[in-house]
């Protein structure tokens, strides 16, 4: 308690020292004090204290709401599918790494070259289409584990439950409830994890679909690259036609060994089967792809822009090089045509 008195004011606390303090100061320290709670500062700072942990603890809650919410359909949160994606991602890795077309440094007939594209993409033992399907093979045998393991949990739970009902009650009813509860939870558990079976297996579809068109992305790349890097890439012979001079192969030629060079790599590429046609995942999959690679592809902006550049470049080359011969070999077409009508028997005779 205090007490005051005419000199000060004592504070008097049993089990501790009192305090003194003289009358001028406690009325300064009186004064202080009213002036500072007049200020909104400090008039509020309690207020404004517990509103802002009611903001920070209410933001926390909203973010640990939205974490289970993602945790309860991430993937990669759920035991089971974490060791089967991490599989499926590595092969995806290998997927990528499939190439469906060869463009080297050499110089091609182009013949040649349509040849080595075919052989590059339906060699029957080290050919694209060859590899594309044992990833696709081997994806499928790891989505077949992963349904059954999936499956198999659904089961035990069921039997788990079903055997806590039919044994005699040798717990406590608090005891049984609670154990009651946990089945049931698990239960729960393992029918969510089979529900978004479908889901996964959408995921690896949707995955191993925009690899097959980063192969041909990447190829349509390369191929361009190597046109506009390159000095020569095709042996083009010239001759003498009638009017003009003659391109073997021309212009007409190498533009259908564009388009049966673009169409077969993306028949190798969309002629693998999707996941979601599997007929052991009927069950399980509720929405289908409407989508296939090809179809991707040819919407494709990066696709388009480089296939249109391979052809605006081959298509520009050859009909510079048509005007340049047909201005330079003018000048020999009277030898040519001289030799077309030359005739031995006749100059012999004379």
């Avoid at 806590?164 to 009813?173: F, G, N, Q, T, V």
């Avoid at 995921?203 to 000095?231: G, N, P, W």
């Avoid at 979601?276 to 991707?296: A, F, G, K």
């Avoid at 020999?332 to 006749?346: A, C, M, Q, S, V």
Wanted: include cysteine.
């Amino acid at each position: 308690h205090f007490t005051i008195s005419a000199t000060g004011v004592v504070y008097v606390c049993p089990g501790q020292q009192s305090e003194y303090m003289s009358l001028g100061d406690w009325m300064h320290q009186c004064l202080m004090y009213s002036v500072l709670t007049s200020m909104n500062f400090f008039k509020y700072y309690i207020h404004g204290k517990v509103f802002s942990r009611w903001r920070l603890h209410t933001r926390y809650t909203v973010y640990c709401h939205h974490r289970t919410r993602l945790a309860r359909r991430l993937f990669l949160a759920k035991p089971m599918f974490i060791t089967p994606l991490v599989k499926i991602h590595s092969l995806m890795y290998e997927v990528e790494t499939v190439k469906v077309m060869n463009i080297g440094a050499n110089v091609y007939n182009l013949e040649e070259f349509g040849r080595d594209q075919s052989s590059m993409r339906s060699n029957p033992s080290a050919g694209a289409a060859k590899e594309l399907e044992q990833r696709h093979d081997a994806i499928v045998g790891i989505l077949d584990r992963l349904v059954r393991t999936v499956d198999q949990s659904t089961e035990v739970s069921q039997q788990m439950d079903e055997h806590a009902i039919s044994r005699p009650r040798m717990k406590s009813m608090v005891q049984e409830k609670k154990e009651a509860r946990d089945n049931a939870r698990r239960h729960r558990l393992a029918k969510h994890d089979q529900s978004m079976l479908g889901d996964c297996i959408r995921l690896v579809d949707y995955m191993f679909q925009s690899c097959l068109v980063k192969i041909v992305v990447h190829a349509s790349i390369d191929f361009c690259q190597r046109v506009e890097t390159s000095s020569k890439m095709f042996i083009i012979h010239v001759s003498f036609g009638e009017i003009n001079m003659v391109f073997d192969p021309g212009l007409d030629k190498f533009m259908k060994m564009l388009q049966d060079l673009w169409s077969g790599t993306i028949q190798v590429v969309n002629s693998v089967p999707s996941f979601l046609s599997v007929r052991q995942y009927d069950p399980y999959v509720t929405v289908r792809n409407n989508q296939t690679v090809e179809s991707i592809l040819l919407s494709n902006r990066d696709f388009n822009q480089y296939t249109d550049a391979v052809r605006d470049r081959i298509h520009s080359d050859i009909t510079q090089a048509q005007h340049y011969s047909d201005k330079n070999f003018r000048v020999f077409r009277r030898i040519h045509e001289y030799g077309l009508k030359w005739n031995e028997e006749e100059y012999l005779a004379t």
